[in-house]
């Protein structure tokens, strides 16, 4: 059964800090990584990950995909408190048609 | 572009009632999944459909259901509601595979 662990559960910081934010996942049909950021109610996408070492990026939230060593990661530099969220990892199983979720990372960041 | 609804947001039932939600997803989108999050299981996956058809199913009993319309808007139905059917119920929807999704607000069941 596919398998994706987030690390760390939980992370609080103050607002400037760089935060990296770890997935690691067991595949057997890999199509693409995902990340979303949950704040109060639904997940928005962030990215989309299909191809080791190409870094995807968007304003201070940025994320690469190692797929020989089965993770990624998450970066957010010169964090604001609008970061704070649960940051989930999700993974997209082509033959099972459909995505598994990590348990998330629960961002907080400081004033 | 208007994004993905769910109705109702809010929902209280007893143990043993039925519940129907539904999700209308974002505008040119056929594919549509639905997810169950509980703070001790995370995001669980459901059901996906496109095109009217359940394409694929997570691990849940056969009281969750559900269809999709030709208009690719989506029902999710529970019978013989239990305590543990409480939960914040997303609806994700995608133009064609289930990766990139666009989840709805969510609709909060609880089950008393």
């Known amino acids: 059964e596919d398998k994706v662990v987030q690390s760390p559960l939980s992370l609080v910081v103050h607002e400037g800090d760089t935060v990296t934010l770890n997935c690691s996942y067991e595949?057997?049909?890999?199509?693409?990584l995902l990340w979303y950021k949950q704040e109060k109610k639904a997940p928005t996408f962030l990215f989309m990950l299909?191809?080791?070492?190409i870094e995807k990026k968007s304003g201070r939230l940025s994320s690469i995909l190692d797929k020989k060593e089965l993770f990624s990661i998450l970066n957010i530099t010169a964090t604001q408190t609008g970061d704070s969220a649960i940051y989930l990892c999700?993974?997209?199983?082509?033959?099972?048609?459909?995505?598994?979720f990590g348990d998330g990372t629960t961002l907080t960041v400081k004033p | 572009k208007a994004g993905v609804t769910q109705t109702p947001r809010y929902l209280i039932k007893t143990r043993g009632q039925q519940v129907t939600l539904s999700c209308s997803p974002i505008?040119?989108?056929?594919?549509v999944s639905w997810y169950q999050q509980t703070p001790g299981q995370g995001l669980q996956f459901l059901f996906e459909?496109?095109?009217?058809?359940?394409?694929n199913k997570g691990n849940f009993p056969g009281r969750f259901s559900g269809r999709q319309f030709s208009n690719s808007r989506s029902e999710m139905n529970v019978s013989t509601l239990e305590l543990g059917d409480s939960a914040l119920y997303l609806c994700a929807s995608s133009l064609a595979e289930p990766y990139e999704q666009y989840f709805g607000p969510g609709t909060r069941l609880t089950v008393t």
């Open positions: 595949v057997t049909n890999f199509r693409s």
């Open positions: 999700a993974l997209y199983n082509t033959n099972a048609g459909k995505s598994t």
């Open positions: 505008s040119g989108h056929r594919s």
């Open positions: 299909t191809s080791s070492g």
């Open positions: 459909y496109f095109s009217e058809t359940q394409r």
